[in-house]
């Protein structure tokens, strides 16, 4: 089977797409690679991830000391109204 020469002219066109296409995602992963080292020190996704969990985990502990401390200031409140 024998591809006509509209057929290898639309091929062609569709590479072309195809490399425009890489071209504008390799560009925008250079910015965000930029930004990330920017923003955060990061040089590599794996370094992203590592500070993302890092950073989860220093959330999760900030939650529980406000929950805590809520927790406390309620009762501290609930004591002086007893009163």
């Known amino acids: ?6 057929d290898l002219l639309d091929l062609k ?10 071209s504008e ?6 910015i965000l690679m930029r930004q990330l080292k920017e923003t955060w020190g990061c040089d590599t996704i794996e ?14 502990s900030l939650e529980k000391k406000i ?3 809520s927790r406390e200031l309620e009762e501290q409140l609930n004591s002086l109204e007893d009163e």
Do not use: F, P
Request: proline share 0%; hydrophobic share 30%.
């Open 47 to 60: 370094q992203a991830e590592n500070k993302l969990e890092e950073l989860n985990k220093r959330t999760n």
């Open 25 to 30: 995602l390799t560009g925008q992963k250079q």
């Open 1 to 6: 089977m024998s591809m006509s020469e509209k």
């Open 13 to 22: 066109e569709q590479i072309n797409e195809a490399k425009t296409k890489v």
């Open 67 to 69: 929950t805590i401390a």
